[in-house]
């Protein structure tokens, strides 16, 4: 069991940075595949990383891993999506995740309670 409390969220404009951070805290947080997801208004929910207890780490597309990083702190049970050179697309609602395993993010057990994104031109 984990649960999960996003903050970092707000308003950027095209072109600047923002760090969203996920702090797990359960029994054995530090044994969670990690991950993120977003969505934005009238679209479906999608995947953007994850970032397994070892530390590997799995990205939706090239462009994403070009401006998205994810990280984790095991000490402070903490995941970390550092997002750069944001765009309009990226306006959304992001969400963190929890699984068993990079694979169990299909289908997550586990998630916050979102923490949302905007991004001005």
């Known amino acids: 069991q984990v649960r999960l409390v996003e903050s970092g969220g707000g308003s950027v404009q095209a072109g600047g940075s923002l760090r969203l951070s996920c702090e797990a805290s359960?029994?054995?947080?530090?044994?969670?595949?990690l991950g993120w997801f977003r969505q934005a208004p009238g679209k479906e929910r999608q995947f953007v990383t994850g970032?397994?207890?070892?530390?590997?780490?799995?990205y939706y597309s090239d462009s994403l891993k070009g401006r998205f990083t994810i990280s984790r702190d095991r000490t402070k049970n903490t995941v970390y999506l550092q997002m750069n050179n944001l765009q309009l697309d990226d306006k959304a609602d992001y969400y963190c995740?929890?699984?068993?395993?990079?694979?169990?993010?299909?289908?997550?057990?586990?998630w916050g309670q979102g923490a949302q994104v905007t991004v001005s031109s």
């Open positions: 995740a929890a699984a068993l395993k990079m694979q169990g993010l299909r289908q997550p057990k586990y």
């Open positions: 359960g029994r054995t947080p530090s044994r969670y595949t």
């Open positions: 970032i397994t207890s070892a530390g590997g780490t799995h």
